[in-house]
């Protein structure tokens, strides 16, 4: 019964780990106030875990570890470090701490991927959209969640008690038997275009998601109302699901078009009707993620962490980016995001083609 639960963690790890570490988005202004620091400040902090992320990445699985030990390691890292990072005093150590969690955080997103055809056997595509659509609730229950703790004890207090369910995950995969042999973890350059698209979705998701509290706060909203609004992303989790099914039977190509146009549709929308267009926006995103997670399963091992790797890559961009654009009109942003869905449109066929017409 324990591995059963060990199994299901797998899918579920993202709920708790993404959570964790998207938090802090709706808290930004007010964590920049309590260090008195200017705005972006926090830029630096929100970049730090995804880099973690990269270089954990391409590590994690070829330690030679058990898996359960990997996962469980890196679960228990995540609660620890956001824990010590809600204490930090500054934004600079902040963003360290940050940083050692990413490369925590690491260990799970990869691994899971790679585990799933073991785990699942021919339902691994279907599983992705719910490994994916375990990250997008995660994500946003985590940013509603301390936006509400925010509002009773303070930004502090919040972060604290969210990081703390991630060591019940530690203990649900501890059981999970298995490594990662030699084959598993090389890496196949013609993946190529894989990588770059799964770079870009983060980078275009984070750096909407980054401005938005800035737009949101001037405009009147307070701390629960901005942790609220990250809800939104229980959209992306629709587009995940809907996307692992409708690669079943469209291909993968035909369903990552569809998803890429509801991303175009949400951009569109962001000015107007910011709500609805984050919403539609991130259901094509995380729809587009669970097609790349399922091709890069398919990879192998080595592939699964070379893409998670180029996906956090993009989101710690986007830490970087978003702080240039804050004085800017959102026009501004908005272009920049009409440029990235340009990129994914090129990219979209080879990345997302199955492997018999890759040649593989």
């Known amino acids: 019964m324990r591995t059963a639960l060990a199994r299901w963690a797998v899918v579920?790890?993202?709920?708790?780990?993404?959570?964790?570490?998207?938090?802090?988005?709706?808290?930004?202004?007010?964590?920049?106030?309590?260090?008195?620091?200017?705005?972006?400040?926090?830029?630096?902090?929100?970049?730090?875990?995804?880099?973690?992320?990269?270089?954990?990445?391409?590590?994690?699985?070829?330690?030679?570890?058990?898996?359960?030990?990997s996962l469980g390691?890196?679960?228990?890292?995540?609660?620890?470090?956001?824990?010590?990072?809600?204490?930090?005093?500054?934004?600079?150590?902040?963003?360290?701490?940050?940083?050692?969690?990413?490369?925590?955080?690491a260990a799970v997103p990869g691994a899971s991927f790679a585990l799933l055809?073991?785990?699942?056997?021919?339902?691994?595509?279907?599983?992705?959209?719910?490994?994916?659509?375990?990250?997008?609730?995660?994500?946003a229950l985590g940013r509603a969640g301390a936006g509400v703790l925010a509002g009773y004890w303070g930004a502090v207090a919040a972060l604290v008690l969210i990081a703390l369910p991630l060591l019940g995950l530690a203990w649900a995969v501890w059981p999970l038997a298995g490594r990662f042999g030699r084959r598993e973890v090389r890496f196949d350059t013609a993946a190529w275009p894989l990588l770059l698209l799964g770079a870009g979705l983060l980078l275009a998701n984070l750096f909407v998601a980054n401005l938005l509290p800035y737009r949101l706060e001037a405009a009147g909203y307070g701390l629960a109302a901005l942790g609220a609004f990250y809800l939104a992303y229980l959209g992306g989790t629709a587009g995940a699901l809907a996307a692992g099914a409708l690669a079943g039977r469209l291909g993968?190509?035909?369903?990552?078009?569809?998803?890429?146009?509801l991303v175009g549709?949400?951009?569109?929308?962001?000015?107007?009707?910011?709500?609805?267009?984050?919403?539609?926006?991130l259901a094509g995103l995380f729809g587009l993620h669970?097609?790349?997670?399922a091709a890069a399963g398919r990879w192998g091992a080595g592939a699964s962490g070379a893409y998670v790797s180029a996906y956090y890559l993009g989101g710690a961009l986007a830490g970087l980016v978003y702080p240039f654009f804050l004085d800017r009109p959102f026009g501004w942003a908005l272009g920049f995001v009409a440029a990235l869905l340009l990129l994914k449109a090129g990219l979209l066929p080879r990345a997302l083609a199955p492997a018999r017409v890759r040649g593989g």
């Open 252 to 261: 993968p190509v035909r369903a990552g078009a569809g998803a890429l146009a």
């Open 290 to 293: 669970a097609l790349g997670g």
């Open 73 to 105: 390691l890196g679960a228990a890292g995540v609660a620890l470090f956001g824990a010590l990072g809600a204490l930090a005093p500054d934004p600079a150590t902040w963003a360290w701490l940050r940083l050692a969690q990413g490369l925590a955080a």
């Open 12 to 69: 579920g790890a993202g709920f708790f780990l993404f959570g964790n570490l998207y938090a802090p988005q709706p808290l930004l202004p007010a964590l920049e106030r309590g260090w008195q620091a200017g705005a972006g400040a926090a830029g630096p902090g929100m970049s730090a875990p995804m880099l973690g992320i990269v270089v954990g990445s391409l590590v994690w699985p070829r330690l030679g570890l058990r898996a359960g030990l």
């Open 117 to 139: 055809p073991r785990l699942f056997g021919g339902r691994a595509a279907t599983a992705a959209g719910w490994v994916v659509a375990a990250n997008t609730v995660g994500g």
């Open 265 to 281: 549709l949400g951009a569109w929308l962001l000015a107007s009707r910011p709500l609805t267009g984050f919403a539609l926006l």
